[in-house]
T-cell receptor
Framework: AQSVTQPDIHITVSEGASLELRCNYS??????LFWYVQSPGQGLQLLLK??????LVQGIKGFEAEFKRSQSSFNLRKPSVHWSDAAEYFC????????????FGKGTRLSVIA | ETGVTQSPTHLIKTRGQQVTLRCSSQ?????VSWYQQALGQGPQFIFQ???????GRGNFPPRFSGLQFPNYSSELNVNALELDDSALYLC???????????????FGPGTRLTVL
């Protein structure tokens, strides 16, 4: 069965510092991988996705993520965090085709301090 | 292009009542998926509708039911509400061309349901 683990429930970083949010997945084949962000009271916004090809993917708002098959990981990074990045971040995995639903991790809450 | 919209934004019900949540798909999309996001959790798949028929269901009891209309908008109905049904309910629309490509889901802002 597919599963996603986000080991960090809450992370606090200083504004301007670098960020890495961890995501590990369990899936029997090459998955589609996603990172979503959710601001308080908002729905989910897609930051980036990995389907195939280059294992380093660029997303919106200066985020990037690297797919590492050997580690079953898809960690999200940002070189310099802004206060507006404070939000909940969800990693999700999906299968190769069709409309099969996404499986989400429990999320990591990011706080940004001055 | 209009995005995914949901109504109402917030809703308060009491145990045992019934509730209907609504979702309008993004223009051109024919598939709607519903997710439940409990506090402190990631979204969990409830079910999906493709062209007015249920096209997959997660681990939710039958008192969670849905509809999709000819214009591809959708409703989520929950009967006999329980306290644990309190959550943010998200819908996501996508265009299923019945090919082998993954069909990206676009999420609405959600409906916050509180059951007292």
């Amino acid at each position: 069965a597919q599963s996603v683990t986000q080991p960090d429930i809450h992370i606090t970083v200083s504004e301007g510092a670098s960020l890495e949010l961890r995501c590990n997945y369990s899936y029997g084949a090459t998955p589609y991988l996603f990172w979503y962000v959710q601001s308080p009271g908002q729905g989910l916004q897609l930051l980036l996705k990995y389907f195939s090809g280059d294992t380093l993917v660029q997303g919106i708002k200066g985020f990037e993520a690297e797919f590492k098959r050997s580690q079953s990981s898809f960690n999200l990074r940002k070189p310099s965090v802004h206060w507006s990045d404070a939000a909940e971040y969800f990693c999700a995995v999906g299968p190769f085709s069709g409309n099969t639903p996404l499986v989400f991790g429990k999320g990591t809450r990011l706080s940004v301090i001055a | 292009e209009t995005g995914v919209t949901q109504s109402p934004t917030h809703l308060i019900k009491t145990r045992g009542q019934q509730v209907t949540l609504r979702c309008s798909s993004q223009s051109g999309h024919n598939t709607v998926s519903w997710y439940q996001q409990a506090l402190g959790q990631g979204p969990q798949f409830i079910f999906q509708y493709y062209r007015e028929e249920e096209n997959g269901r997660g681990n939710f009891p039958p008192r969670f039911s849905g509809l999709q209309f000819p214009n591809y908008s959708s409703e989520l109905n929950v009967n006999a509400l329980e306290l644990d049904d309190s959550a943010l309910y998200l819908c996501a629309s996508s265009l299923d061309s019945r090919g082998n490509n993954y069909n990206e889901q676009f999420f609405g802002p959600g409906t916050r349901l509180t059951v007292l």
